[in-house]
């Protein structure tokens, strides 16, 4: 209970003997009121201060998810053969523009129907560059607990609001349930050469030649082809079946949420990337959209590095073909060093690191 010296209540030690003093000074009274309003206490642990560890269970800590920078060393030349790491980006625009174009024209309003169009566009420009020192620096700062680059400022990622930026794709649209989602034209009943799976040969089997008709099975088979070629990157370097019900669902101009599809994977996409780097031997053919990370930094390195295009002329009609112009092309001997150091120094957060909160993005609305 409480006692008053004047407006100050207090509560009172009791008398008790020194072996039970000891006890009671190794202890912290806890406050507490009843309804009536008076003040009572009880004794609880007492935490010793020099010990003590802050304890988050919103965010836990756990060592093994903690960011590569935090390495004690980082021997850099285990990332010097970047051609096998980053073996899963996309081809080259020629390897398939010929065929993009010819069913464009068939169905260019069908993919505005179902929310594509301008991301099937994003296919014609230079997907395929990359700067590969400046990904694996960023890469470092991946926290896999928290799912997010943990710079000097705080935990930075990039989000759907960021997508929707870059590629076109709007936020709203039906989930994607591939157990679910049957197969309104059953893949026993299409054309698709399922042996011709790499992706050169899966162009040259289903392009269909000049002047002849667009076909259902056509447009499945190139949405097959995008999917797995230039969304979400697959690291065998093949068109897989299990985009099948995803290409027939937007063939069938449904309005699936693709936005959070590519998320998802961009984000298991850099958790496995960042827990490769602690393996003894080099990370190989890192998986899924990459190319999202380099148009993502591009877009917030771009005033601190000075990121130019070499066509700054050119009017983009959306905003990730701005940035695919922007990826640096030279590499500089201390390049792991300056993209770090430009990480680094975001010592507070700022506008470059939400660089698409503006009203002058290029592309639609």
Same mark, same amino acid.
């Given at each position: 209970?409480?006692?008053? %010296?004047?407006?100050?209540?207090?509560?009172? !030690?009791?008398?008790? %003997? %020194?072996?039970?003093?000891? *006890?009671?000074?190794?202890?912290?009274?806890?406050? =507490?009121?009843?309804?009536?309003?008076?003040?009572?206490?009880?004794?609880?642990?007492?935490?010793?201060?020099?010990?003590?560890?802050?304890?988050?269970? =919103?965010?836990?800590?756990?060592? &093994?998810?903690? $960011?590569?920078?935090?390495?004690?060393?980082?021997?850099?030349?285990?990332?010097?053969?970047?051609?096998?790491?980053?073996?899963?980006?996309? $081809?080259?625009? +020629?390897?398939?523009?010929?065929?993009?174009?010819?069913?464009?024209?068939?169905?260019?309003?069908?993919?505005?129907?179902?929310?594509? /169009?301008?991301?099937?566009?994003?296919?014609?420009?230079?997907?395929?560059?990359?700067?590969?020192?400046?990904?694996?620096?960023? !890469?470092?700062?991946?926290?896999?607990?928290?799912?997010?680059?943990? /710079?000097?400022?705080?935990?930075?990622?990039?989000?759907?609001?960021?997508?929707?930026?870059? !590629?076109?794709?709007?936020?709203?649209? +039906?989930?994607?349930?591939? +157990?679910?989602?049957?197969?309104? !034209?059953?893949?026993?009943?299409?054309?698709?050469?399922?042996?011709?799976?790499?992706?050169?040969?899966?162009?040259?089997?289903?392009? #269909?030649?000049?002047?002849?008709?667009?076909?259902?099975?056509?447009?499945?088979?190139?949405?097959?082809?995008?999917? &797995?070629?230039?969304?979400?990157?697959?690291?065998?370097?093949?068109?897989?079946?299990?985009?099948?019900?995803?290409?027939?669902?937007?063939?069938?101009?449904?309005? @699936?949420?693709?936005?959070?599809?590519?998320?998802?994977?961009?984000?298991?996409?850099?958790? %496995?990337?960042?827990?490769?780097?602690?393996?003894? *031997?080099?990370?190989?053919?890192?998986?899924?959209?990459?190319?999202?990370?380099?148009?993502?930094?591009?877009? *917030?390195?771009?005033?601190?590095?000075?990121?130019?295009?070499?066509?700054?002329?050119?009017?983009?009609?959306?905003? #990730?073909?701005?940035?695919?112009?922007?990826?640096?092309?030279?590499?500089? @001997?201390?390049?792991?060093?300056?993209? @770090?150091?430009?990480?680094?120094?975001?010592?507070?957060?700022?506008?470059?690191?939400?660089?698409? *909160?503006?009203?002058?993005?290029?592309?639609?609305?």
């Amino acid at each position: 209970y409480t006692l008053s %010296e004047g407006a100050n209540p207090f509560i009172p !030690i009791p008398g008790m %003997e %020194e072996a039970s003093l000891k *006890i009671f000074q190794s202890q912290v009274l806890l406050p =507490f009121s009843l309804s009536d309003g008076s003040m009572h206490a009880f004794l609880g642990p007492y935490s010793n201060t020099s010990k003590k560890k802050i304890h988050n269970d =919103f965010l836990p800590e756990d060592d &093994s998810t903690l $960011p590569f920078i935090y390495s004690p060393t980082i021997d850099l030349t285990l990332f010097s053969d970047t051609t096998k790491i980053f073996q899963a980006f996309p $081809p080259p625009k +020629d390897k398939h523009i010929q065929w993009l174009e010819r069913v464009e024209t068939s169905k260019q309003s069908d993919w505005k129907e179902a929310g594509i /169009f301008d991301f099937v566009q994003l296919s014609k420009y230079d997907l395929n560059v990359f700067n590969p020192q400046m990904l694996l620096s960023a !890469i470092f700062f991946w926290n896999r607990e928290t799912r997010a680059f943990e /710079f000097p400022c705080g935990f930075v990622c990039p989000t759907l609001l960021d997508i929707a930026a870059i !590629i076109g794709l709007k936020p709203l649209g +039906d989930r994607y349930l591939p +157990d679910i989602l049957e197969e309104e !034209i059953p893949m026993k009943d299409t054309s698709i050469v399922w042996d011709k799976k790499t992706y050169s040969a899966f162009v040259s089997a289903h392009h #269909g030649k000049e002047g002849t008709p667009m076909t259902d099975f056509e447009h499945i088979a190139f949405l097959l082809y995008w999917l &797995s070629a230039y969304v979400f990157c697959i690291p065998s370097l093949q068109v897989p079946k299990y985009y099948y019900t995803l290409a027939q669902a937007l063939h069938l101009k449904k309005k @699936v949420c693709l936005r959070k599809l590519l998320l998802a994977s961009f984000y298991t996409c850099l958790d %496995e990337a960042s827990k490769s780097l602690f393996r003894e *031997i080099r990370p190989r053919n890192l998986t899924s959209p990459l190319w999202l990370l380099q148009l993502w930094l591009n877009s *917030i390195f771009e005033k601190k590095l000075k990121l130019l295009s070499l066509q700054a002329s050119i009017r983009y009609s959306l905003e #990730g073909a701005r940035l695919t112009a922007l990826t640096p092309k030279k590499r500089f @001997v201390d390049a792991f060093a300056r993209y @770090v150091q430009a990480i680094l120094e975001f010592e507070e957060f700022s506008k470059d690191l939400a660089s698409f *909160i503006r009203s002058d993005l290029e592309g639609s609305s």
